[in-house]
């Protein structure tokens, strides 16, 4: 096999750098980085200070039907739609609707309860038809939810939050509402 060029090198570095950056764990660098573990493990601690957290991902898709985090999930993935047309490789996607998520969820005032495993977890999920979006009957906007479930007169968390949740809150644009 030829030896990879410079520049693809510098690629997969940058690429690495970014991920690192994003919040992205070793087990998805090595999956979408074409560097050795050795390597991403030594760009990891240089970025982050400190060694990458072992352990697989523990995420289920009931995590992302809870209140909150079906907010954000929903948020999330109706970006990472609008950018997967646009984009050259479905990572480019996850990486600018991500950031673009953060970017919204903070000009809100708000925390992003989502972090990069939870994103591509997500992403995932719906890959392997896990998940789907549900049309909300009221407010017409886009939410994630199990795959294959009953949604007639599915009604979403904004537009019927648990009472607990307090003050009203406005739909993001971005969910298609
Ligand atoms: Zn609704």
Redesign the pocket.
């Known amino acids: 096999m030829a030896q990879k060029s410079v520049l693809e090198e510098a690629r997969q570095v940058q690429l690495a750098v970014t991920l690192i950056e994003l919040g992205a764990r070793l087990q998805f660098l090595e999956a979408e980085v074409d560097l050795s573990r050795e390597r991403l493990v030594r760009l990891y601690k240089e970025i982050k200070g400190s060694s990458p957290p072992k352990g697989l991902l523990p995420f289920s898709v009931d995590w992302y039907l809870t209140w909150i985090a079906n907010i954000h999930a929903s948020l999330f993935y109706n970006i990472y739609r609008c950018m997967l047309p646009e984009a050259a490789r479905p990572l480019e996607a996850l990486i600018k609707a991500f950031r673009l998520y953060q970017e919204q969820v903070e000009a809100q005032g708000e925390e992003a309860v989502l972090d990069f495993t939870r994103a591509w977890t997500l992403v995932r999920f719906f890959d392997s038809g896990m998940m789907e979006l549900a049309a909300?009957?009221?407010?017409?906007?886009q939410?994630v939810g199990h795959a294959h479930e009953n949604r007639s007169g599915y009604?979403?968390?904004?537009?019927?939050p648990p009472s607990r949740a307090g003050k009203k809150r406005r739909?993001p644009d971005v969910l298609g509402?």
């Open positions: 909300c009957t009221r407010c017409g906007g939410f009604v979403c968390v904004l537009c019927r739909a509402a």
